[in-house]
C-alpha cells in the first residue's frame, strides 16, 4: 500500500484537484491522510468526497512540517509520499511506477522530475525540475528533493520523522543528507 500525506490548511480552492489525481491513479492500494491545521473555509469538507482519504486529523499544528510528521506518524502504506494540498499528479500512472520501483528490495527511497504549471491553467508548464543523478553533496549545495516527488519505504521514513520544526533550512538539509547517506 502507498501513503498519501496531504498537509492542509485553508485549501478548499485546490485540495479536490489534488485529491482526485490521487483518486484517478492506475494503482488503487492508497491510503489517503490529510492532515489539516483547524481550518475555517470548506477543506473539510472535501475528503468525504474521496473513498481513498481514510484518515483525516484537523487540530492546531505548528506548520507545514508538523502537520507532515503527523500523517507520517499515521501512515500504514508499504511507501509514504507526500502530496502537497495544492499540488497534482500528472498522470493516473505515477503510482504504478512507484510501486514497480518499489519492487527492488535494494531502494529505499525515489525521487523524480517535477513540472511547475500554471495555477490559472495546469496545462501551462511554466518550469521544469529534472531530477537527475542522486550525489549526496548534492545536500550541501541546498539541493533537495520535492515534496511530491519523493516516495520513500515507510520504516526509512520512520527513522527520518523527527521534529524538524525549530531546525534552519541549512540544518533541515542535512538531516536530508544524514538520511540519503544511511539508506541503500
Given at each position: 500500500?502507498?501513503?498519501?500525506i496531504t ?6 480552492s485546490t ?11 492506475s ?8 492532515i ?9 469538507a472535501i475528503?468525504?468526497k474521496y ?5 483525516v486529523v ?11 510528521n503527523?500523517?507520517?506518524?499515521l ?11 495544492d499540488d ?6 505515477v ?16 525521487y523524480?522530475d517535477?513540472l ?10 511554466v518550469?521544469?525540475?529534472?531530477s ?10 541546498g ?5 511530491p ?5 515507510d ?11 525549530s ?14 547517506s544511511?539508506?541503500?
Amino acid at each position: 500500500m502507498i501513503s498519501i500525506i496531504t498537509a492542509t490548511y485553508n485549501a478548499s480552492s485546490t485540495l479536490s484537484f489534488c485529491l482526485a489525481s490521487v483518486e484517478n491513479q492506475s494503482f488503487s492500494d492508497l491510503e489517503g491522510i490529510i492532515i489539516d491545521g483547524s481550518s475555517f473555509d470548506k477543506t473539510l469538507a472535501i475528503p468525504r468526497k474521496y473513498p481513498h482519504v481514510s484518515k483525516v486529523v484537523s487540530e492546531p499544528d505548528r506548520g507545514i512540517y508538523d502537520a507532515m510528521n503527523k500523517g507520517i506518524r499515521l501512515a500504514e502504506g508499504d511507501i509514504v509520499g507526500i502530496l502537497n494540498a495544492d499540488d497534482f499528479y500528472a498522470s493516473p500512472g505515477v503510482l504504478k511506477k512507484v510501486a514497480k520501483v518499489f519492487e527492488n528490495p535494494a531502494i529505499d527511497a525515489c525521487y523524480g522530475d517535477l513540472l511547475y504549471v500554471d495555477c490559472s491553467n495546469t496545462e501551462k508548464i511554466v518550469r521544469r525540475w529534472k531530477s537527475g543523478s542522486f550525489a549526496a553533496q548534492k545536500f550541501y549545495w541546498g539541493w533537495m528533493p520535492p515534496h511530491p516527488t519523493f516516495f520513500v519505504q515507510d520504516q526509512s521514513m520512520n527513522a527520518l520523522a523527527c521534529s524538524i520544526l525549530s531546525l534552519a533550512p541549512l540544518q533541515i538539509t542535512k538531516l536530508w543528507y544524514g538520511f540519503w547517506s544511511n539508506t541503500k
